[in-house]
């Protein structure tokens, strides 16, 4: 996404009145942009200063337009923003222009009134230091940020060698299905781990690599619940057939990657356990990861099939920083999103159910699959059941 300092959206981003996943896109052009970044913060600063000046409803939308929007319980829509940005940005200048001068009018009137006192000593020195630090206004440390997105980097990952669990379990959606027929609500949390309702997908598109019989390929987007951060996608497929003495491993640069984890509650994923070098047939991995940039490769995945202690193939797949979004996605990225937020949801209600079921009905007129379609039918059945 390309920004530039007089784009509309800034401001929107910096008033906290972008959608979700508008505002995730803002934040991920910022943190690849220094000098966007500082543009932010300066904005943020400006817009905290003359809300404590003119009052914040002047760089709000108003309550009644806020009640129209709102009204179908959807976050404002971006072109709708980004418009009455454009058609305020004038009033708001003049406003702003206004009060500046009030308060240097107040204040001269003030100082006019004041008498001076004569110094208690001949030169500054400590004195006058301490009446500067201590003087009345607008410390810096006292603007609250709108936008809570830092430049700062703290690196808190060495070595980001990553071993890619090869059975993980998949979640059973029939429970669910069933639980909701019987009760009319969800079932326990235990129910809804994200990585196993990931794993459910059944990846549609080809692999970009193939090793003997299986393959592997992977995806980078948006991560709607952590802006700072994107989703990368790893599918391997195997098949319907477990598949023995396979390793697979991510090895992400340092100096590219803050910070990667498995998106999950079952798994480890420094030190899987129990896989045995055993494919069981195919596995879908989300991971966070934070960049440190969005240009050149992360890092690649390799992937062995041995025999004995001889390795009979490998392959290697490059992982570049080409974070997709809106169409550029692929249904296989969109499913797996759509049942991870499902997910989520069920273990803390975290989202917008009628909007995970929107996107899953869009999903069935694309997909073709019959485990993704029946996973995505019972988002729809939730929905039905739960309002």
Known sequence: MKLTPEDPKMTAYVLDELCEFDNARVAMALEGNLALAEESKAMSEMAALLSGTLGTDQFTLGEKRRKAIFKSGR???????????????????????????????????GLSKLGVDPPLSSGVGATGQGQGDGEAGVAAADLPLLSQFSTDVVRNVQDLSLRLPLSLQIADPSLVERVLIESGKLPG????????????????????????????????????????????LV?????????????????????????????????????????????LGNQSYFYEVKLTGFEGKLGQIDLELETGTQT?????????????????????????????????YGRTEDGDLSQIAAEARD????VQNAQNRYALDVILLAEERLQ
Not at 210 to 230: A, F, I, M, R
Not at 255 to 260: A, D, I, K, L
Not at 325 to 339: C, K, M
Request: net charge negative; hydrophobic share 40%; charged share 25%.
């Open 363 to 366: 999903l069935l007129g694309a």
């Open 75 to 109: 976050r404002p829509d971006t072109a709708v923003l980004v418009s009455d940005h454009k058609k305020r940005a004038r009033r708001q200048s003049l406003m702003a222009m206004a009060g500046v001068a009030a308060v240097v009018t107040v204040g001269f009137m």
């Open 312 to 344: 009979a193939r490998g392959g290697m797949l490059p992982l570049d920083a080409v974070v997709r979004e809106g169409e550029e996605l692929s249904d296989d990225f969109r499913v797996a999103l759509t049942l991870a937020r499902f997910a989520r």
């Open 189 to 232: 949390t235990d129910h809804f781990r994200v990585d196993n309702w990931v794993n459910i997908l059944q990846a549609e598109s080809k692999p970009q690599v193939q090793v003997g019989p299986v393959g592997v390929s992977s995806e980078l987007g948006l991560c709607p619940w952590d802006h700072q951060k994107v989703l990368l």
């Open 235 to 279: 599918n391997l497929q195997g098949g319907d057939n477990p598949h023995e003495n396979v390793s697979a491993q991510i090895n992400f640069d340092p100096e590219r990657v803050e910070s990667v984890r498995l998106v999950g509650e079952s798994y480890t994923p420094e030190s899987p356990k129990g896989d045995g070098g055993v494919l």
